[in-house]
């Protein structure tokens, strides 16, 4: 854990030497990382039709985005999965976290865990799954995002965090596999991330809501944030992805498409 000489309520969670989490011990709804605002964003927008606001956290690390969620949706009712159980007892212990059954903090590892969940039992599922600098392959595949859908209630959101370096083969990757699975998907990006010019974080959102990423005011929020990030959808989309293919659990391997266009904002 290492603290901000210049902000004694900034924390950063180091995990194996990798900022992992950073949390605003004052204030829960301050979120730091770039593409943890870009998520902050699109949940923003989810319909709650009756009930508290239920999220699964797969990668909780400090569990930044739960404390957001906990505090955006009271009565919110939240789990949060790690692999390690250490750090799951140390994050209870050091932060204050929302206690059970507002957020469960479980140890294990996230598609087994998933694969415990009540069907239609959640409106958001969020992936932040990292092993080093990369998400491991087996939570990456339209197998893991079918089983996804299964838990989210109608109308609800899969948000996944997808680092990738140009060419961007894994991110065009998974828009792909996300788009075999949900009928309206997006990426969020920061433009210079998009147009493949550096090593980033990219937001790949999986709904079948009709009307969640083609709302005027996400895309507004999304371009006022600190650091302004576009969301692709239909046919910006489609030109991102190009003929990447969805990730299988049989074959996980990514193939660059040597056709795509590297920058979707090109003659825009």
Partial sequence: MQRSPDDPDAVTLLVNGVPSSHLDLADP?????????????????????????????????????????DARFPGARQVAV????????????????????????????????????????????????????????HVTTEEFTRDVARVLRPGGVYLANCADRPPLALARAEAATAAAVFAHVGVVAEPAVLRGRRYGNLVVVGTDDPDLLDDAGLARQ???????ARLLTGDELRVFTGRAAPLRDAAPEIEPDPDVDPDPDAGA
Avoid: I
């Fill in 29 to 69: 709804e301050r979120l730091e990382f770039e593409y943890m605002q870009q998520m902050a964003a699109v949940l923003a927008h989810v319909p709650v039709p009756g009930g508290p606001f239920r999220a699964v956290h797969l990668g909780a690390a400090g569990c930044a985005l739960a404390r957001w969620a």
């Fill in 82 to 137: 790690d692999l390690d159980p250490v750090l799951v007892a140390l994050v209870r212990e050091w932060f204050d976290l929302p206690r059970s059954p507002a957020l469960r903090l479980r140890a294990g590892e996230a598609r087994a865990e998933l694969a415990t969940l009540p069907g239609a039992s959640a409106d958001a599922v969020v992936r932040d799954v990292f092993a080093g600098d990369r998400t491991p392959p």
């Fill in 222 to 228: 999304l371009r006022t944030l600190p650091v302004p």
